[in-house]
């Protein structure tokens, strides 16, 4: 047994294949949320990126706490795909629309989750911003699972159910990283219109199968943690 296997009880191949092969499988559902909440995002980070290069740090960061929340929200049913992938049910896109208030109790987390990161980047190195992605990552699962119905119960539910699993979740959560970094990797030869549709092409994808895998971690969690899902399955 590998240190992987004894920390979620699966490989680290493993769980990539599942994020491979769950979107594979999943793939018109996943692609259109994926692309929905990236280009939410990229709506503020433009004109952030450039009240930065002006010189204006406030607009610069309320701009992107912006797009990172509005984005989040419209990524609840990208989590419930996520968990639909994983658990093999079929995917019915307007399933998530039919539970409104959970997209309330997504934006309360959400808030304070980049809140928290967001300022977390400006002290310490960062680390701050390192240990809330570690402690509250999970929040949109536990929403999506309807394990949670408020978003601050959610935030504590992720706390909760990756206890003890830190160390494990940092290093996936670096590989993954990494994996997402080659997504974008057209824009690091030249910011061009071709170049930054290739990106977000590339994003779709790895974002996607960092998604399902996320969602299969979550569930690997949920069993070690004892904590239970509050979907049917």
């Given at each position: 047994m590998t240190s992987q296997d004894s920390t979620f009880g699966a490989s680290f191949g493993s769980i990539f294949l599942t994020g491979v092969r769950g979107y594979a499988k999943n793939l018109l559902p996943l692609s259109l949320a994926a692309a929905a909440t990236l280009g939410i995002y990229l709506a503020f980070r433009f004109p952030a990126q450039d009240a930065f290069v002006d010189g204006n740090l406030v607009r610069s960061i309320s701009l992107d706490l912006v797009g990172l929340v509005l984005g989040s929200i419209f990524a609840y049913p990208w989590y419930c795909y996520a968990l639909d992938a994983v658990d093999g049910k079929p995917?019915?896109?307007?399933?998530?629309?039919?539970?409104?208030?959970?997209?309330?109790?997504?934006?309360v987390a959400?808030?304070?989750?980049?809140?928290?990161?967001?300022?977390?980047?400006?002290?310490?190195?960062?680390?701050?911003?390192?240990?809330?992605?570690?402690?509250?990552?999970?929040?949109?699962?536990?929403?999506?699972?309807?394990?949670?119905?408020?978003?601050?119960?959610?935030?504590?539910?992720?706390?909760?159910?990756?206890?003890?699993?830190?160390?494990?979740?940092?290093?996936?959560?670096?590989?993954?990283?990494?994996?997402?970094?080659?997504?974008?990797?057209?824009?690091?030869?030249?910011?061009?219109?071709l170049t930054i549709g290739l990106a977000i092409l590339g994003l779709v994808i790895t974002t996607n199968v960092t998604m399902v895998a996320g969602a299969r971690v979550y569930r690997l969690l949920q069993v070690s943690s004892g904590l239970k899902s509050g979907r049917k399955r």
């Open positions: 995917t019915d896109l307007r399933s998530p629309f039919r539970t409104p208030k959970r997209f309330l109790a997504q934006a959400s808030f304070w989750f980049w809140a928290a990161v967001l300022l977390g980047l400006r002290y310490l190195f960062g680390i701050p911003s390192i240990l809330a992605a570690l402690f509250y990552a999970f929040y949109g699962f536990a929403i999506a699972d309807g394990a949670e119905e408020s978003g601050l119960k959610a935030l504590g539910y992720s706390v909760r159910v990756g206890e003890g699993k830190r160390i494990g979740l940092f290093a996936l959560a670096a590989v993954f990283l990494i994996f997402n970094m080659f997504g974008a990797i057209a824009v690091g030869y030249e910011v061009t219109t």
